[in-house]
């Protein structure tokens, strides 16, 4: 079985440009999560999808920020402009349920903003 | 308030026994979790425990709770090279946001 698939896996864009992840979670996995992880740092929470509803996106920051997930499967991140302090791995995870324990990320979309 | 800590790095010598050691400051968690995470690579659950749980043993991990401290350890029997990643304990609230809370990582190194 597929995991996570994310694409791209590494962008390079020049501030003020906009960018777009996409992300496939697993098969059947109703909560889907976006992650962004600094450098040394552990991930933090954007927002979380219970199907197609955003329920927590208290840490996006919506000025510049948006998702979608469309249909309750695929999602999209998107930034726009984009700044150099944006530069981090966008991270994405799946998890079957709100309550399961089981959380399993993809290997993240490294973005550089210069 | 939300915060779980971890020292940065761990090194030790192949075939020896690795702590990794995390405090939370978040008492209404009921779920803690350690992740692996190699390069190039997003996080791999590895084990959980429930809050009131004193301990958990899959293979050659042992995860330690002290809730009176808010302390949790992951010991890593028989440590290998392919042990060598980082790693990050998280919370996580079982009510409101259901949001998991991770630590800054540690990163081991296993010495051949």
């Known amino acids: 079985e597929a995991g996570v698939v994310q694409s791209p896996r590494y962008k390079i864009i020049e501030k003020k440009q906009p960018v777009a992840f996409w992300c496939n979670p697993i098969?059947?996995?109703?909560?889907l999560y976006w992650y962004r992880q600094n450098l040394g740092q552990g991930p933090e929470l954007l927002i979380r999808?219970?199907?197609?509803?955003?329920?927590?996106d208290s840490q996006l920051p919506k000025d510049r920020f948006s998702a979608e997930r469309l249909k309750g499967v695929d999602s999209t991140l998107k930034i726009q402009p984009a700044e150099l302090g944006d530069s981090a791995v966008y991270l994405c995870?799946?998890?079957?349920?709100?309550?399961?324990?089981?959380?399993?990320f993809g290997p993240g979309t490294r973005l550089t903003v210069t | 308030g939300e915060d779980v800590e971890q020292s940065l790095f761990l090194s030790v010598r192949e075939g020896d026994s690795s702590v990794i050691n995390c405090t939370y400051t978040d008492s209404s968690s009921t779920y803690l979790y350690w992740y692996k995470q190699e390069p190039g690579a997003g996080l791999q659950l590895l084990t959980y425990i429930f809050s009131n749980m004193d301990m958990k043993q899959d293979q050659r991990l042992t995860v330690l709770l002290n809730k009176k401290d808010k302390h949790l350890s992951l010991r890593i029997a028989d440590t290998q090279t392919g042990d060598s990643a980082i790693y990050f304990c998280?919370?996580?609230?079982?009510?409101?946001?259901?949001?998991?809370?991770f630590g800054t990582g540690t990163r081991l190194k296993v010495l051949a």
């Open positions: 999808y219970e199907n197609e509803e955003a329920v927590d």
């Open positions: 995870a799946s998890s079957p349920a709100r309550l399961s324990n089981e959380q399993y």
């Open positions: 998280a919370e996580r609230f079982t009510s409101g946001t259901y949001k998991y809370i």
């Open positions: 098969s059947g996995h109703n909560t």
